[in-house]
């Protein structure tokens, strides 16, 4: 049987994976794009992550970022002794790492943040250790500041429900590691397939052909948990909102966009429903939601239009390494392949390659001509393929710090590039594409 702990891997070591949707400038840009006012990232401000695990994230974080102070706190301490040793060796003093399940960690913690993010963690802890989730954030988070929490959710995830529960029920009758179980559960998995067993289910069918393809060890984080719990979006929203915070949208750029995320024949439906929770349940179904990435706000206050619009246009735009210089795009979304005409994308394309433009002088490119709101869809567009990303707006980051973090991504052979400018890191196109898990 595999090594556990409150019913979760511990055994092997999670993978490190950067998520471009947790960092600071993202959090803070896509939230006044819904007309919002956030925490003032050109001044100091403060940030938690709940479930660190190798701190990968906030790494790149504290490195790119030097007027934040960051805090990762995990209950495994394998991932914690790798963090502290990483932040040490890159001189980091503005990150630190706290070893403590949520339940401590929200009964001791006496700090304030402006950001609190969790990746990876939700759908995989029981019900009790969620609520401990959000009695930290309640306790922890600003007023105005941003939450952005990661799940599971139906109808996407709900067929590889069962495969889940016979993974994890196989893995306690084993007695290997749990990438051996995991293998083995897979090999079980594929004769099935060949048996004809999922001959009804051939979306299931295709998911389990590209579990083949990924990393062991992240699948026994994934799947071999004794807690995998998917949910109705509605439901964790309710949840959210008895710990005050309230639910603004999707923090995944693509989702933002109903006119292209919602299939258009669904659309008109959903814009006519009255009621948020049945709205929000629609788009779960019309998308065929299997994961969300929802940013929640404590005590949110809205801009008047006339800031929201004087804000997005003060925003800076960069083009991120390997991103085309030119041309259309097509998009390949949950919902099937998108075009991105070129007579639109390619002269956003095109002045960025010559170097970061404000969102105004975007505007005035003459296929937009004024049309803000267009030029948004583009860019959220191309920030979701991770062509395109904001720039942070305190300057630049320390040097050292920017070509330590790249010596150390270099040397751990992380998939990953930092871009110390925009605060964040673009992943590598292959991995992007051969890593579609569920975290």
Same mark, same amino acid.
């Given at each position: 049987?595999?090594a556990?702990?409150?019913?979760?891997?511990?055994?092997?070591t999670?993978p490190?994976?950067?998520?471009?949707?947790i960092q600071?400038?993202?959090? /803070?840009?896509?939230?006044?794009?819904?007309g919002?006012q956030? &925490?003032d990232? $050109?001044?100091?401000?403060s940030?938690?992550?709940?479930?660190?695990?190798?701190?990968?994230?906030?790494?790149?974080?504290a490195?790119?970022n &030097?007027l934040?102070?960051?805090?990762?706190v995990?209950?495994?301490?394998?991932h914690?002794a790798? $963090?502290?040793?990483?932040?040490?060796?890159l001189g980091?003093?503005?990150l630190?790492f706290?070893?403590?399940d949520?339940?401590?960690?929200?009964q001791?913690n006496?700090?304030?943040f402006d950001?609190?993010?969790?990746h990876?963690?939700?759908?995989?802890? &029981?019900?009790?250790?969620q609520?401990q989730?959000?009695?930290?954030?309640?306790r922890g988070l600003?007023?105005k500041?941003?939450f952005?929490l990661?799940?599971?959710?139906?109808p996407?995830?709900?067929q590889?429900m069962?495969?889940?529960?016979l993974l994890?029920?196989?893995?306690?009758s084993l007695s290997?590691?749990s990438?051996?179980?995991m293998g083995?559960g897979?090999?079980?998995?594929?004769r099935?397939?060949l048996?004809?067993?999922f001959h009804?289910q051939?979306?299931l069918?295709?998911?389990?052909t590209q579990?083949q393809?990924?990393n062991k060890a992240y699948?026994?984080?994934?799947?071999?948990?004794?807690?995998w719990n998917p949910q109705h979006?509605?439901?964790?929203?309710r949840?959210?909102?008895?710990?005050?915070l309230?639910?603004?949208?999707?923090?995944n750029?693509?989702?933002?966009?109903?006119?292209?995320?919602i299939p258009?024949?669904?659309q008109?439906l959903?814009?006519?429903v009255?009621?948020p $929770?049945?709205r929000?349940?629609?788009?779960?179904?019309?998308?065929?939601?299997?994961?969300?990435?929802?940013?929640?706000?404590?005590q949110?206050?809205?801009l008047?239009?006339?800031?929201?619009?004087q804000?997005?246009?003060q925003?800076?735009?960069e083009?991120?390494?390997?991103?085309p210089h030119? =041309? %259309?795009?097509v998009?390949?979304?949950p919902?099937?392949?998108?075009?991105?005409?070129?007579?639109?994308?390619?002269p956003?394309?095109?002045?960025?390659?010559?170097?970061p433009a404000?969102?105004?002088e975007?505007?005035r490119?003459?296929?937009y001509a004024?049309n803000?709101?267009?030029?948004?869809?583009?860019l959220l567009?191309l920030?979701?393929? %991770?062509?395109?990303?904001p720039?942070?707006?305190?300057?630049?980051?320390n040097p050292?710090? /920017?070509?330590?973090l790249?010596s150390?991504?270099k040397?751990?052979d992380l998939?990953?590039?930092?871009?110390?400018?925009c605060?964040?890191?673009?992943v590598d196109?292959?991995v992007r594409?051969?890593?579609? =898990?569920?975290?």
């Amino acid at each position: 049987m595999s090594a556990k702990q409150s019913g979760y891997v511990t055994d092997v070591t999670y993978p490190a994976h950067f998520h471009k949707e947790i960092q600071p400038v993202w959090l /803070a840009t896509v939230a006044t794009l819904k007309g919002l006012q956030v &925490p003032d990232i $050109a001044q100091g401000y403060s940030y938690c992550e709940l479930g660190c695990g190798l701190g990968v994230n906030l790494l790149v974080a504290a490195a790119c970022n &030097p007027l934040g102070e960051f805090v990762g706190v995990d209950f495994n301490a394998q991932h914690i002794a790798f $963090a502290r040793q990483s932040a040490e060796a890159l001189g980091l003093k503005n990150l630190r790492f706290i070893q403590a399940d949520f339940a401590e960690f929200a009964q001791s913690n006496a700090l304030f943040f402006d950001f609190m993010v969790s990746h990876g963690v939700w759908s995989w802890i &029981p019900a009790s250790t969620q609520q401990q989730v959000l009695k930290a954030v309640q306790r922890g988070l600003k007023p105005k500041g941003l939450f952005y929490l990661h799940y599971m959710c139906h109808p996407g995830s709900t067929q590889m429900m069962p495969v889940q529960k016979l993974l994890n029920e196989l893995a306690h009758s084993l007695s290997g590691t749990s990438e051996q179980n995991m293998g083995a559960g897979l090999d079980l998995l594929t004769r099935l397939d060949l048996a004809g067993v999922f001959h009804d289910q051939p979306t299931l069918s295709a998911s389990l052909t590209q579990l083949q393809k990924m990393n062991k060890a992240y699948l026994a984080h994934d799947l071999l948990s004794d807690h995998w719990n998917p949910q109705h979006s509605v439901d964790v929203h309710r949840m959210a909102a008895q710990f005050g915070l309230t639910y603004l949208d999707s923090a995944n750029a693509f989702e933002m966009i109903e006119a292209l995320s919602i299939p258009q024949s669904a659309q008109a439906l959903i814009a006519n429903v009255s009621s948020p $929770a049945v709205r929000e349940t629609l788009k779960d179904l019309a998308r065929s939601q299997r994961q969300r990435q929802d940013l929640f706000q404590k005590q949110p206050q809205a801009l008047t239009a006339e800031v929201c619009v004087q804000r997005i246009s003060q925003m800076v735009f960069e083009l991120m390494p390997a991103a085309p210089h030119s =041309g %259309g795009q097509v998009f390949r979304t949950p919902i099937g392949d998108i075009d991105g005409p070129a007579e639109l994308l390619s002269p956003v394309l095109q002045r960025l390659a010559q170097g970061p433009a404000q969102v105004a002088e975007l505007c005035r490119l003459p296929v937009y001509a004024g049309n803000l709101p267009q030029l948004m869809q583009s860019l959220l567009l191309l920030m979701w393929r %991770g062509h395109v990303h904001p720039q942070r707006p305190d300057g630049p980051a320390n040097p050292v710090e /920017a070509g330590a973090l790249r010596s150390w991504i270099k040397q751990h052979d992380l998939k990953i590039e930092a871009v110390p400018s925009c605060g964040t890191a673009v992943v590598d196109e292959a991995v992007r594409n051969v890593q579609p =898990g569920s975290r």
